[in-house]
């Protein structure tokens, strides 16, 4: 079946730098990813839409100069976030959507900043 | 304004009984809903899905009912086992490639 490969799955940078997480569609051309965040026992929300060859679509109050993302090829999008503070810290998850899988996920990036 | 609402936090099931898991939604827009398993610092994965020109999808154990009327699905699970102690999120969309709507989700614990 489709599958998205999410690295790194867990990172720890210090408070100002930068942090990229990858996603990949391995098996299938991803136009479309869709990057989640969840909180502590909180819901999946959504953060953005990254189109392949166009700007990104950020969710209301995402903050589109922290959280960069970039969707160069029909196969990879990276969100990099940018001069990470402690309240970055979180779980991201990718997702994309397939002709065969429903809406496959990436395995996510745990992300603590120190 | 939560459009996706599983009102339940938490559900404690025996083994071999079944499991109900509930979600209420409001946008009459969806019409593509999903259940998901999590567990801690993992991804989603995908169990079952249901559209809405349908009221009920059966794959093995898992069956969804959806109440279009009602803007009500519920996922049952029978019987239950222990390995199905997870997070369940109950997701929805509307038609083309749009994000998912999440639940905040229901912590199911299958006791032995």
């Known amino acids: 079946g489709a599958v998205v490969s999410q690295h790194p799955s867990r990172v720890i940078c210090k408070s100002g730098t930068s942090v990229k997480i990858e996603c990949r569609s391995l098996d299938f051309q991803a136009t479309t990813m869709f990057w989640y965040r969840q909180f502590p026992k909180k819901s999946l929300m959504l953060m953005a839409t990254?189109?392949?060859?166009?700007?990104?679509?950020?969710e209301q109050g995402v903050e589109k100069d922290k959280f960069l993302i970039n969707h160069a090829s029909l196969t990879l999008s990276t969100l990099t976030v940018t001069s990470a503070h402690p309240e970055d810290s979180s779980f991201y998850i990718c997702?994309?959507?397939?002709?065969?899988?429903?809406?496959?996920f990436g395995s996510g990036t745990r992300l603590t900043v120190v | 304004d939560q459009q996706v609402k599983q009102n339940s936090p938490s559900l404690s099931v025996q083994e071999g009984r079944i499991s109900i898991l509930n979600c209420d939604y409001t946008?009459?827009?969806?019409?593509?809903f999903l259940w998901y398993k999590k567990y801690p610092a993992e991804g989603p994965t995908f169990l079952i899905s249901?559209?809405?020109?349908?009221d009920k999808n059966e794959d093995g154990r898992f069956t969804v009912f959806l109440n279009k009327s009602a803007k009500h699905l519920s996922l049952h699970i029978v019987p239950s086992q222990p390995g199905d102690s997870a997070v369940y999120f109950c997701?929805?969309?509307?038609?083309?490639?749009?994000?998912?709507?999440f639940g905040k989700g229901t912590r199911l614990s299958v006791i032995a």
């Open positions: 249901i559209s809405s020109i349908k």
């Open positions: 990254s189109n392949e060859g166009s700007k990104a679509t950020y």
């Open positions: 997702s994309a959507p397939s002709l065969t899988e429903d809406y496959t």
């Open positions: 946008n009459s827009m969806f019409d593509y």
């Open positions: 997701a929805a969309s509307s038609s083309g490639n749009t994000p998912l709507v």
